[in-house]
């Protein structure tokens, strides 16, 4: 089994910053990505970044230039670093990641983490 568990989440003021970070542990033999999504009120997740095992980054337009997702390959952990936050960021944040665990490639998710931008 594998574990996946996100902190960093809160309360922050228009154009500030927030660190999330996503820790992956149990089982893992190999890594493909690791990647965040979030969800807005009623609506199904969408992806934010994603992190490859090559170091490919993929980001949505909506978060270029503000978001920066970066890996240590040794510890399984993602970070997502969020600065210039603006009230529409505000969202449950999930991790994703897409690994090797027992010889087969299977995902798992976090239970999330809410970040929340006042206006």
């Known amino acids: 089994q594998v574990q996946v568990v996100e902190s960093g989440g809160g309360l922050v003021q228009a154009g500030g910053s927030l660190r999330l970070s996503c820790a992956a542990s149990?089982?893992?033999?190999?890594?493909?990505?690791m990647s965040w999504y979030r969800r807005f009120p009623r609506q199904r997740v969408h992806l934010v970044a994603q992190?490859?095992?090559?170091?490919?980054?993929n980001y949505a337009d909506s978060v270029k230039g503000r978001f920066t997702i970066s890996r240590d390959k040794l510890k399984n952990t993602a970070d997502l670093q969020m600065n210039n936050l603006k009230p529409e960021d505000t969202a449950i944040y999930y991790c994703?990641?897409?690994?090797?665990?027992?010889?087969?490639?299977?995902?798992?998710w976090g239970s999330g983490t809410q970040v929340t931008v006042s206006g």
């Open positions: 992190i490859t095992s090559d170091e490919t980054t």
């Open positions: 994703n990641v897409d690994v090797s665990t027992l010889g087969r490639r299977e995902n798992y």
């Open positions: 149990g089982s893992i033999d190999g890594f493909y990505a």
